[in-house]
């Protein structure tokens, strides 16, 4: 894995701080947790914080949320930059994050790549009006609906580089977008569709 660092000074917000909301929500969370393990609280408190900065964690949020759980702010920079799931620069409206092991470049996720370079740029830049970004990820799980990418919170399953600039495309123009398989395919069952267990008997 690549060393993961935090975004340059220039992009950094000088403060962060929960929204009435998130501190409700953040104390529910702690809660959860027996006496004496509330830092434990940390990966969903930078999530949190994570989401409430736009989709990536300054800085300013990482020691905000170290400070929120007494922890030392190593402690909670050790977490950030250690899971990918936290990005540490900022990304644009629809973050890509498309699936480069084995099962989805053997698939055509080369093509996918090819599609995320020209639309969008190199990994890491966000596009001009701040709608796309993407990065190369390690597996996302889906690997029977290779090739796939995660946007946001949705996967986009079995696609091409046409499907692929399609969904592309309905999300730039503010359409809604099916997630899922992008080909006739029930979630991960065999393409084509049930092959045994078809009658009662």
């Not at 799931?85 to 644009?92: A, D, H, R």
Request: proline share 6%; glycine share 8%.
């Amino acid at each position: 894995m690549a060393v993961r660092r935090l975004a340059p000074a220039d992009k950094q917000p000088k403060s962060f701080a929960f929204s009435k909301e998130n501190i409700a929500w953040a104390k529910e969370q702690i809660a959860k947790y027996p006496p004496g393990r509330q830092q434990s609280a940390i990966i969903p408190l930078l999530w949190r914080a994570q989401e409430q900065s736009g989709g990536w964690l300054p800085e300013a949020a990482i020691r905000y949320v170290a400070d929120f759980l007494g922890l030392a702010h190593i402690r909670a920079l050790e977490v950030a930059t250690f899971y990918t799931m936290f990005n540490l620069e900022p990304v644009g409206k629809f973050h890509v994050q498309l699936c480069g092991t084995t099962p989805c470049r053997l698939r055509g996720a080369d093509d996918l790549e090819k599609v995320c370079r020209e639309r969008i740029g190199e990994q890491g830049h966000v596009t001009k009006d701040g709608k796309f970004s993407w990065v190369e990820v390690e597996c996302l799980g889906a690997c029977v609906n290779a090739p796939m990418a995660q946007i946001n919170y949705d996967y986009y399953e079995d696609l091409t580089a046409e499907s692929f600039n399609k969904v592309l495309d309905g999300l730039a123009a503010g359409k809604k977008v099916k997630p899922g398989p992008q080909i006739d395919r029930q979630l991960s069952a065999p393409a084509g569709g049930p092959t045994t267990l078809k009658s009662e008997a």
